[in-house]
């Protein structure tokens, strides 16, 4: 179960065409990217990085995307996600 942070409730509007991209990584963060259609046709995108208990690591609002599907804002918002989610967790460390 994810806990949603004030990012995504100040961004959620459920009577706005939207389409939603959920994946789980392999350690068990959890990636939750939306595109919807702004009232004015603009297309917009929340993007989630959540950790396997489901606390939020990561939610953000990235600029509206004037122009661009919703297909191809949602594949670029995955990709960004799944960015974010290696770069936010810890580094390994190996002994010598």
């Not at 959890?30 to 595109?35: E, H, P, R, T």
């Not at 919703?70 to 010598?96: E, S």
């Amino acid at each position: 179960m994810r806990i949603r942070g004030d990012v995504f409730w100040q961004w959620a509007d459920p009577s706005l065409h939207h389409r939603t991209h959920d994946e789980t990584l392999d350690d068990g963060t959890f990636i939750d990217v939306q595109v919807r259609l702004s009232s004015t046709g603009i297309t917009q995108m929340f993007i989630g990085v959540y950790a396997a208990s489901g606390m939020a690591i990561h939610e953000e609002v990235p600029d509206s995307r004037p122009g661009e599907s919703m297909t191809r804002a949602l594949a670029w918002g995955v990709g960004c996600a799944r960015r974010l989610a290696i770069d936010l967790q810890p580094a390994v460390r190996h002994a010598a």
